[in-house]
């Protein structure tokens, strides 16, 4: 996919939601990956890199994606 590409499926995935938790998630991930120093996203190693960016693809298919109210049952023992 090409930069402007990116950009725009980018911004068009902010515009389709209106939980304020995913924008902010949005935005926190972005500020971090573009500070100077200690981006995470420049820590991973080019494996690590494609791992994020293979499951970025798959979570476009509504299919390979789990509910909130699943992860939730799960990992419920954890609360």
Do not use: C
């Not at 960016?53 to 992860?71: F, G, N, Q, R, V």
């Amino acid at each position: 996919m090409k930069l402007a590409e990116l950009k725009s499926e980018f911004h068009r995935l902010i515009d389709e939601t209106n939980d304020p938790q995913i924008i902010e998630q949005f935005f926190d991930a972005m500020t971090q990956s573009l500070r100077t120093e200690g981006s995470v996203w420049r820590s991973l190693t080019s494996d690590q890199q494609q791992s994020v960016i293979d499951a970025y693809e798959e979570s476009k298919d509504a299919d390979d994606l789990t509910t909130l109210d699943e992860l939730k049952a799960k990992y419920a023992h954890w609360s």
